[in-house]
Antibody, heavy 116, light 107 residues
């Protein structure tokens, strides 16, 4: 099971950290991603962290977001800085099916609303 | 970034119909392509990965095919539970990208 927390209402320019707690498997043993979905829109891949620790991000984020994990807490994180109105979305964490990029196990999502 | 173009954007079909959704990539993604089903208010569900491999516990009426830049998702006999939006995703190169989705409605 994957449970996201940390969403909420934030003003433009602010920061927020999302958490994704896993049970029944180790986040460090899988590629783990964040995917977001703006209200009424399609899916947008945000970031991935590999088992070895390498990280990759969507070009559109321009260095504002950072993915990380804490193996002792079996939790994935997404640090979001310099938030913009267009970052408003439901953020999902998801597990990779087996090292390729397809995502087979998703959390329920957490809503981030960026507004003044 | 690789652009993923899905067609149609919406389709309406009857129960038992064979339904096909197409996804075209702006450059080759080999077979690094997945299909997802999403219902309102729910997280996406993986249906197909590596273009044609059925996901865990996915009914056999779903199938995927294609390689390179042209892919398709087929539902062999449309069921009431198949009413949803379907997305393709390429994971050949960063940034991984999704299509805009195809909404499937039951007549």
């Amino acid at each position: 099971q994957l449970v996201e927390t940390g969403g909420g209402f934030i003003q433009p320019g602010g920061s927020l950290r999302l958490s994704c707690a896993a049970s029944e498997f180790l986040v460090s043993s899988y590629y783990m991603s964040w995917v977001r979905q703006a209200p009424g829109k399609g899916l947008e891949w945000v970031s991935v962290i590999y088992t070895g620790g390498s990280t990759y991000y969507a070009d559109s984020l321009k260095g504002r977001f950072t993915i990380s994990r804490d193996s002792s807490k079996n939790t994935l994180y997404l640090q979001m800085n310099s938030l913009r109105v267009e970052d408003t979305a439901v953020y999902y964490c998801a597990r990779d099916v087996g090292g390729g990029g397809a995502l087979d196990y998703w959390g329920q999502g957490t809503l981030v609303t960026v507004s003044s | 970034d690789i652009q993923m173009t899905q067609s149609p954007s919406t389709l309406s079909a009857s129960l038992g119909d064979r339904v096909t959704i197409t996804c075209r990539a702006s450059q080759t993604v080999y077979t690094w392509l997945a299909w997802y089903q999403q219902k309102p208010g729910k997280a996406p569900r993986l249906l197909i990965y590596d273009a044609s491999t059925l996901g865990s516990e996915v009914p056999s009426r779903f199938s995927g095919s294609g390689s390179g830049t042209e892919f398709s998702l087929t539902i062999s006999r449309l069921q009431p539970d198949d009413s949803a939006t379907y997305y393709c995703q390429q994971y050949n190169s960063y940034s991984w990208t999704f299509g805009l989705g195809t909404k499937v409605e039951i007549k």
